[in-house]
């Protein structure tokens, strides 16, 4: 009987010391590991709200075409813009240097990693003020004063009509997850946005109703206006306001606030306009020389429908180097009525074997679809598969068009009309690459 008592005090007192040492290394395992876990999420969430995170995202295009082409109807036909710009080579969406620095210092690596990972940087990104709910937008802004959104009416800024949102907010993961994996390096496909158009960083602006409107456009543009890619506003903000950085924002003693209107997040390209002499004008005049050695001069009637220049801004502190741009001589592609295709003949289907021709193609094809546009890139023209930029005012019939930029042409506008000119002024799509 007593062994039997013995017995059990042992086997009791074994399983004390069992529970004891499972106890203490429970707690251990806990110090070890799952404490550090909650030391992360606790990191995280005294982040959460960060006012003092710099702006992540740096956005640009790298290809801008413009088309000179106006007509009743022109609106709603979608192969037709007057402006469309893009980012296929280049350009696109990266972190900044700023951000990443930044994150780095503010957040631990959760175990078992030693570095800070993507996957903390995207959930900590959205949660800042600085940050959340960020969406490109293109529109035609003031220079100096990009909240401004210009219009040829003057009305209030209507959605994808004045102003265009590209792909959805940048701190979707759908569209986090290719920006933050590439660490700095520039994103121009978003393969898991739900739909094309939230794929690729592109937009189009039409303003293109008539003669009047495509004229005073450019005007605009080269004196006030320009093309801007910019930010959509925090919460509370309009459709169409313009991010600024909170460093902008001020609170005085009363509690009233002011921004500075002056700055704002994202690029400003100003456009320039010329009469410039196009490689179609060229080839029509053999007797001067090859197109690259052609001294053919426009006559003095024709219009200022070919961009010819882009300068790139940055619209947060215009004193920090942007990109610079080319607008070539030899991207300028002359619009051939459909009537008259025989002066655009279709390329040699040889002409894919030479690299350079295929780059070309490339590139316009980019803003002038093969399902919307014929184009000759040996002629340096295109012919539009549905609808037309010379039918009359009415917008009843097409009426004559003069190719050949040497001679005298028609324009329908108030002091520059001239009855006893027949053939109107050709049009041009024209296209700008970054460098």
Not at 36 to 46: P, R, T, Y
Not at 87 to 100: E, H, K, Q, R
Not at 103 to 126: C, D, F, R
Not at 411 to 430: D, E, H, M, W
Request: glycine residues 8%.
């Amino acid at each position: 009987m007593r062994t039997d008592v013995r017995s059990i005090l042992v086997k009791s007192l074994s399983a004390v010391m069992m529970c004891g040492l499972l106890l203490f290394a429970f707690q251990n395992c806990g110090k070890a590991g799952f404490d550090s876990a909650l030391d992360g999420a606790a990191d995280q969430a005294s982040v959460a709200g960060d006012t003092s995170a710099p702006f992540a995202f740096n956005a640009t295009f790298d290809q801008i075409t413009y088309s000179s082409c106006f007509g009743t109807g022109l609106s709603s036909n979608p192969a037709f813009f007057t402006l469309k710009a893009g980012a296929y080579d280049g350009g696109g969406v990266n972190l900044t240097s700023d951000f990443i620095t930044y994150v780095n210092s503010k957040l631990k690596p959760q175990y078992p990693s030693t570095v800070v990972t993507v996957e903390q940087m995207k959930a900590y990104v959205g949660e800042t003020a600085e940050n959340a709910n960020a969406t490109l937008q293109m529109a035609l802004r003031t220079r100096g004063a990009p909240q401004q959104v210009r219009n040829p009416t003057g009305s209030n800024p209507a959605l994808n009509v004045d102003y265009v949102n590209m792909m959805t907010d940048l701190t979707d993961d759908r569209i986090m997850e290719p920006i933050f994996r590439s660490q700095g390096a520039s994103i121009n496909y978003f393969p898991l946005g739900i739909n094309q158009t939230q794929r690729v960083m592109e937009a189009k602006i039409t303003y293109n109703s008539d003669e009047g409107v495509a004229y005073s456009l450019r005007n605009d543009l080269v004196n006030n206006g320009m093309l801007a890619l910019t930010y959509t506003g925090p919460a509370g903000t309009s459709a169409f306001a313009a991010r600024v950085p909170l460093s902008a924002t001020t609170t005085n003693t009363a509690g009233q606030t002011t921004t500075d209107s002056t700055i704002a997040y994202g690029r400003g390209y100003n456009l320039g306009f010329s009469s410039d002499v196009a490689y179609y004008t060229k080839i029509l005049h053999p007797e001067l020389g090859a197109p690259a050695s052609n001294t053919a001069v426009p006559n003095s009637r024709n219009p200022n429908n070919i961009l010819v220049s882009i300068s790139e801004v940055n619209l947060a502190n215009t004193t920090v180097a942007a990109g610079s741009w080319t607008c070539a001589p030899d991207r300028r592609y002359v619009i051939v009525r459909a009537t008259e295709a025989t002066l655009c003949p279709a390329d040699s289907i040889d002409r894919m074997g030479d690299a350079n021709y295929r780059r070309e193609l490339e590139i316009i094809r980019r803003h002038l679809p093969a399902s919307q546009w014929d184009v000759s890139i040996d002629r340096r023209c295109v012919v539009p598969k549905a609808g037309t930029c010379y039918n009359n005012a009415g917008g009843t019939a097409e009426e004559a068009v003069e190719y050949d930029q040497t001679k005298e042409c028609y324009q329908g506008l108030q002091g520059l009309a001239n009855p006893a000119i027949s053939k109107r002024c050709a049009q041009y799509v024209t296209i700008c690459n970054r460098n």
